[in-house]
């Protein structure tokens, strides 16, 4: 819906820019971290313990990237289930980034956008289109 390309994130991938969108591989948490030098932000796959009963947990990827790219860090959490994604979006949200979250009626299940928004640690929500619309003007 986006139109931007997308594929699972591999270990040690360098993140490119330009609205790459990168996934989580089943089983494995994925987080951002900088090379040894810190000029690239790189892709960290592990299989450490699972957070909020789930792997892969949002919460690493959102809490990693509020790190590096602080209050430039955009994310959008959709339909699923649980919380996974509210401790992300709130240390997003610390630094001044933005989150958006799919609304209550788009959702099949609102457990993490409805965390997060019971949490108020968004500052959109819309339906998928909506959400689809907003990533096209940040990555423009």
Known sequence: MSGFPGAEGVHNEVVKG??????????????????????????????GPKRNSVRPAVDSLFESMAKIYGNASA???????????????????EVAGGVMIQDRESSVVWGMPGAIHQAQAFDLMG???????????LIA
């Open 18 to 47: 330009g609205g790459r969108i990168y996934v989580a591989p089943g089983d494995y948490h994925m987080s951002l971290v900088r090379s040894s030098d810190g000029s690239k932000v790189l892709i960290s796959l592990d299989q």
């Open 127 to 137: 339906n998928l289109d909506q959400c689809a619309a907003v990533l096209k003007k």
């Open 75 to 93: 994310v959008f959490v959709l339909t699923g289930m649980g919380e996974d994604g509210k401790i992300g979006a709130e240390a997003i949200k």
